[in-house]
């Protein structure tokens, strides 16, 4: 009864809105705002992708990669990363750009085998481009930071620096790469390229 007696008050104000002289397109931002509450929502519940079981062959930088839950799923890793070979080629596409990508580990047999594998991020120009971080994933979500690159040097970061993958990751798990624009970059407009 009491909730009938609301809805009815509801209906009675909308009414009188109306009845005020309140026009659809002045009941339309609000119904607006809601929607935009409830992307906002569904924002915050997002997870970072699950990345496929295939191969990760190619780590294509597939913008807007700026968040975790934007991050390009590439697949399991085998051999190298192979960065900068296919487009969209792999850019700081401006001061402040930040890429990432979610890869997995093949089982512990596959991953003792990766001894070639590195996370070598170099480019040219003479500049601090990037700086790298790994994440682990659990969930759809960061676990913990698994180890940071953050050098000034003028060409290349180097996220194992003489580890090898065994050393640094576990078998079957899902791992976040983040490459991000090094602080204080300024490229002067024109996309800083990277491989891998
Ligand atoms: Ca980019
Ligand atoms: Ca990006």
Redesign the pocket.
Known sequence: MRRNAILLALLASASIRCAEGDSLMDAGPPDTGIADAGALDSGVETQIPTPPMTIAAEWP?T?P?DTPEQAVPVGVIEEAVWMGFSMPL????DDD???FYVFRTPDAEGLMRLTEVSFIVCWQGGLDLVDLALYRVEEGRIAETVREAATQSPNCEDLMAGMQPSELLSPESIYLLE?RAAPGLMLGGS?GLYEA
Do not use: G, H, L
């Not at 792999?90 to 596409?93: E, F, G, M, Q, T």
């Open positions: 930088d913008e990669n792999n850019a700081i596409n750009d930040v890429d490459v996309p």
